[in-house]
């Protein structure tokens, strides 16, 4: 069977050493040796400033709004994972959609200085499929209309932005390291924030509010990562160039063979693409079904990232209408892509593709 990702598992004697170091020396979790070496080494090859490890990408949306003290309105898009929206409403933010572009996939910054009223607080954008958005424009929305910018950067790991990283735009960036995302730590995430002063703040928020013995500043949770997870993501830190090569090939690949059969997501011209997904457009959500329908029969499940378009959730209220987020969402489908995909399966997914249309 062919899912759409299958878990990157890196070399065993490596990461058996590293198991061997926490039994040795016993710290298995707040902020131990492995996740300081990690967060720095990972600082370093992102070319980020400032890196604070977490548990998940979830709770990194959910310190970032905390640390940034995000209040009432917050604008979105609706064409995400649903933690991008679950994460505002269970922190009693309320999100207000502002649709996508129909060839980027990601929002759209003219919706959103339509959206804007005296109660917005920040925009979360989501950089999809590793795509960038227009950060620029977006940043500068946020600057005049006085808002903090989070960018859902769960996708985007590695990505540049005119040479640079582009989790360096916003207020904070978060990154998830599930086992399903091109770099993981079995569950994990990240949040990059390039304000300085903000960094012992998010720091305290995911160790309970706790600043030392004497002094609990904030109200905080639980949201740390442990020494086992770091461990796994230096291992796959050492092998993540040929994991993005491997992936590139894959992509590449599909690229040939579906680029004018199918409709693709355009890229944004200013960034790079880390590979992690490969979805396409169908005509409509008719057509997506009888691929989907025909991969499966072969035993290859793509997956419908998105479905369904998350202001269409039943816990939004008021109703609220993202036409082209709707229309999308019915009919991508994000095909199979991951190293160990063989040139074999790759072709007959592309074939089977072709014989449905
Ligand atoms: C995976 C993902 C998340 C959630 O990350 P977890 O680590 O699974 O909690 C959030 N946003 C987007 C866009 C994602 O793809």
Redesign the pocket.
Known sequence: MINVTKTYLPDKEKYKKYIDQIYANGWVTNRGPLVRELEQRLAEYLGVKNLVLVA??????EIAYRTLDIKDYVITTPF??V??TSSLVTNGLKPVFSDINPDTLNINPQNITNSITKNTSAIVP?H?FGNACDVEQIDNIAKENDLKVIY?A??AFGVNYKGQSILNYGNIS?L???A??LFHTI???ALVINDDDLVEKARYLINFGIENRESIPELGTNAKMNEFEAAMGLCMLDEIESVLEERKAVFENYKLALEGVVKLQKPNTHSSNNHGYFPILLENENQMDQVQQALNRHEIHPRRYFHPSLNTLSYIEPKQDMPISQDISKRILSLPIYPELTKKEQVNIINVIQGAL
């Open positions: 998940n990408g979830t709770v990194a949306l995400s994972f933690a991008t989501v999809v859902d769960a996708h978060t998830s390291f599930h399903t995302k569950e994990g995430g």
